[in-house]
């Protein structure tokens, strides 16, 4: 996960590249970085921890997202362009997501192991899935594919 140091390294390199759109997403997130830090009642400079950094920048992507659906519910798709390029800056510090069925294959071993069989235990079936994807998958996915499962 980036630090701010990191994070300052790299704005300079965007500088340079001319790259506007990389260069404001670095300023944001390292601005989120101090926020979270101050929030945190972080001293002395400690840095954040990868599971902090790591909801900094997937509250910032999801801020995105929902962004470009206000936009282009509002026919702003210029705005939502631009909104889409910051979201892949940020997507690039992010680890890779899984996909749908690698999520299913844990959620069927999972729904073994824990002997689920009915519908009205889903959600500690979904708890068992993010648990065991902490980091790697969205969460509506999750729930999309383990109720899936039970179909």
Request: aromatic residues 2%; charged residues 35%; contains cysteine.
């Amino acid at each position: 996960m980036p630090t701010i140091k990191d994070i300052d390294e790299l704005i300079p390199e965007a500088m340079r590249a001319k790259d506007t759109v990389r260069l404001t997403v670095l300023r944001s997130l390292k601005a989120a970085f101090v926020n979270e830090s101050i929030a945190l009642k972080k001293t002395g400079g400690e840095p954040l921890t990868d599971a902090e950094a790591l909801a900094v920048i997937r509250r910032l992507g999801k801020q995105r997202k929902d962004s470009i659906e206000q936009f282009r519910k509002g026919s702003r798709e210029e705005l939502a362009k631009a909104e889409e390029a910051e979201l892949a800056v940020l997507d690039a510090f992010l680890p890779t997501q899984l996909s749908e069925e690698e999520i299913r294959k844990i959620a069927q071993v999972k729904k073994e192991t824990l002997g689920i069989s009915d519908k009205t235990k889903i959600g500690q079936l979904i708890g068992a899935v993010m648990k065991e994807t902490k980091g790697c998958a969205d969460g509506a996915l999750v729930k999309k594919v383990v109720e899936g499962v039970f179909q």
